[in-house]
């Protein structure tokens, strides 16, 4: 057998997936699944250290196992399932908690982030994140892990704790490489181009199961920029508004940056925004239509989920085997 190298990644299921997941990390996914042994997984143990309302979650479970599948993930190349099913993460999460110092977790930005956005519900789940992450990765030995920046601290102290483990017990887990991918385009919001698109700013943000004519609306009321030329032109110091644009419609089309300021020369952005617009409807068209075909086809679904976390329970329970013998745990 060839050794593929291993790549993991895990996606919170808190809010619909968007374009900026789609033309930034998701759309390079099925190129991967030709070169690695890839794990995708729903981390849905991840998203209740925020509360979360229980229909909501299973819909966007459900939705985003079928959305990988409609972006060319073809389950039959590569591992998809849900974190869940697979016990093995909140075991081996339990052990890497007693081995994750109190005073690194306190150090980290997304729980500061959070617990100053959810103080009502700083709960013991948000601190530990990031060991029950390690615990994600590590199971799964992978060779790296690609995330956007936002993740990259916690991809560090999975190494961290890996290091430390390790260092006592011999070697027991792989430390992944951090690897920060180059991910794509970084794509921004609609109605405030200095953020990142986000669900958590719906009228800049388009998901990908949104119906055409929301779409184009959006895309219609896009915040261009207040220069007197009115240029279609890709400069994101001086035109944020209008290279996001530029960018997506880039992303959305294959051409490139020449050739579509070529295009729009002397229109204007009146003509620019709609085709824009139009060229996204078109691209989400058939992922949209297709998770559609396949949410009504529940036993394909369930097919798939089940089948992922087969695969994925055998690779983390070997590891998991290994980890509670170093420990000293009485086999059964
Ligand atoms: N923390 C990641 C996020 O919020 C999701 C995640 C959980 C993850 N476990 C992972 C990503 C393991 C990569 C590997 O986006």
New binding site residues.
Partial sequence: MDEKKVM?????P?GDLHLGNYLGPLRHWPEMIEEFDCYF?M?DL?TITVRQDPAQLRRRVLTQVAQYIACGLDPEKCTIFI?SHVPAHAQLGWVLDCYTMFGELSRMT?FKDKAAKHKDNINAGLFT?PA??AA??LLYQPDF????D??RQ??EI?RDIAERFNGIYGEVFKVPQPHIAKVGARIMSLNDPQSKMSKSNPEGCVFLMERPEDILRKFKRAVTDSDTQRCVRYDPETKPGVSNLVQIYAAATGKSFEAIEAEFEGKGYGAFKPAVGEAVVETLRPIREETERLLADKGYLEGVYRTGAERAERVANRTLRKVYKKIGFVPR
């Avoid at 993991?8 to 919170?12: D, P």
């Avoid at 892990?145 to 956007?148: Q, S, T």
């Fill in positions: 993991l990644s895990g996606i919170q808190s997984f981390a991840h974190q997304q994140y029950l992450m994600d990765i892990v690609p995330v956007g936002d993740q916690h991809v999975c």
